[in-house]
């Protein structure tokens, strides 16, 4: 009998799933939100592929930290073989380290020409606010409007995205993404410059200063907007008049997601004061980076020192230089590229047979598509959570994003090939026609 039709075993699948529920809930408390009207109970990864306990595969569409791939075989031999090797931290003479913020360094670009290594981007973007208020002598800041940066208390207040549970402090300021329907490119660089210029004289009049402007260069927590690709050129050059610092958060960006460029900045020609990066950096394990220019640490580092026990470690140095090998070897920025334009021409053929969808955006193998309801036009939270719960039904894995929750999130690791992407189109379709 198939086993979707076997009552018994689906009985016996749900009360333990319950209790597992119950479980969890009574031993980690109330913060934590778990995926799907049905969570998913997942006990091993491959390549693009999650596993539930009866060995049912799900394709994911959804996870960039795995960014070669879960349990990615190189990263892990990597792992374990430096972990049964050598297990320090910062504060010993160490080749790997050095060896990897070369390579990094040489990535992106001759401005910055420092590297210090965090756990997540959380640390990094704290690490890089602090760095920018002690170079300018100010505390405010500027961020998109549903923007996201961090869970430390310093990077929470960066974060609009975390909503009433952590209010906007009072030395922030947001501006728009590039979400309003501007008809020309240009005319929207300059719309959201001059609520910049506006955000930066609100700070300066109400005595906090202006420290930095921190961007995610796709712009994701805002619903995904990869361009116009000059915006950030054009706010970076606005900040820097104004004597603050640009910080690119490439925690999302970097790394090859864009398929354009290795880093999300470089799509827009800008350059960053401070670059910070985590999520896909170690495939996995725990690993994050400030990257700085000289000028911009210099007095900071005279006054203060960083040390972050496990931020820098020859295990997690290991897993980055790997990761960073295998993106290399792997030609996957490419692969993100190709790939992408394959899920976003599928996706516009989709949008043609269905009015649900409104619009697919994106850059590489990062890509949104909102959904509206069909009759008023409007944004639809639930059609685009009623979605992603049947396409999970269905057996892959997808999310939603921006202020409403009603764009579908398309992120899969960077190895998803031509055949992972007609799976995921089809189950959409299918999705979309219950
Ligand atoms: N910046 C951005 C743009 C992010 O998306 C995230 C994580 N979602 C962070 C920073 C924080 O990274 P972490 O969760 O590793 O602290």
């Given amino acids: ?63 960039n930290v795995p960014c070669v791939g879960h349990s990615n075989p190189r990263v892990a031999a990597a792992v374990s073989e430096q972990m049964a090797t050598l297990n320090t931290h910062t504060r010993y003479l160490e080749d790997g380290i050095l060896d990897y ?5 040489e990535s992106l670009g001759s401005g910055l020409r420092h590297a210090v290594f965090t756990c997540t981007g959380s640390e990094a973007n704290d690490l890089a606010a602090r760095i920018a208020m002690h170079n300018t002598g100010r505390r405010g800041f500027v961020v998109t409007r549903w923007a996201y940066h961090g869970n430390s208390y310093l990077t929470a207040g960066l974060s609009p995205a975390l909503g009433n549970g952590f209010p906007d402090p009072p030395s922030l300021r947001r501006i728009p993404a590039p979400d309003t329907g501007a008809d020309e490119e240009d005319d929207l660089v300059e719309a959201i410059a001059d609520e910049f210029e ?27 907007y990869a361009r116009p690709q000059g915006l950030l050129k054009r706010l970076a050059e606005i900040a820097r008049r104004r004597g603050g610092l640009f910080i690119a958060d490439e925690v999302q960006s970097g790394f090859g997601r864009s398929g354009e460029r290795f880093w999300g900045f470089e799509r827009h020609h800008a350059e960053p004061d401070i670059v910070t990066m ?14 700085i220019s000289a000028e ?16 820098g470690s020859p295990v997690g140095i290991a897993a980055a230089q790997t990761t960073l090998d295998v993106i290399n070897d792997e030609g996957l920025l490419e692969n993100a590229e190709q790939v992408g334009k394959l899920i976003k021409s599928g996706l516009n053929d989709i949008a043609a047979r269905h009015a649900e969808i409104s619009e697919i955006r994106g850059a590489g193998l990062y890509i949104g598509a909102d959904i509206q309801d069909p009759v008023s036009g409007n944004p639809d939270p639930a ?26 999130k398309i992120r899969p690791p960077l190895i998803f090939n031509a055949v992972h992407a007609e799976q995921l189109l ?9």
């Fill in 278 to 291: 985590g999520k896909p950096m170690g495939n996995g394990y725990p690993i994050g980076a400030t990257a």
């Fill in 1 to 63: 009998m198939a086993r979707a039709e076997d009552p018994d075993r689906e009985g016996k699948q749900q009360s333990l799933l319950r209790a597992q529920l119950a479980r969890r809930e009574a031993l980690l408390g109330p913060t934590y939100r778990l995926f799907y009207e049905e969570p998913l109970h997942v006990v091993r990864g491959d390549g693009v592929f999650l596993y539930d306990p009866e060995g049912r595969p799900y394709l994911d569409a959804y996870n």
């Fill in 198 to 224: 506006g955000a930066i004289e609100s700070l300066e009049r109400d005595g906090h200063g202006f420290a930095a402007f921190i961007a995610d260069s796709l712009f994701a927590s805002d619903g995904i």
């Fill in 426 to 434: 089809e189950t959409l379709e299918t999705a979309l026609n219950p």
């Fill in 101 to 105: 913020a070369e390579a990094l360094l």
């Fill in 383 to 408: 059609g685009a959570k009623r979605i992603v719960n049947r396409m999970k039904a269905a057996g892959t894995l997808i999310s939603t994003t921006g202020e409403r929750a009603s764009t579908l």
């Fill in 296 to 311: 911009v640490i210099a007095a900071f580092g005279e006054q203060s020192r960083y040390f972050n026990t496990f931020g």
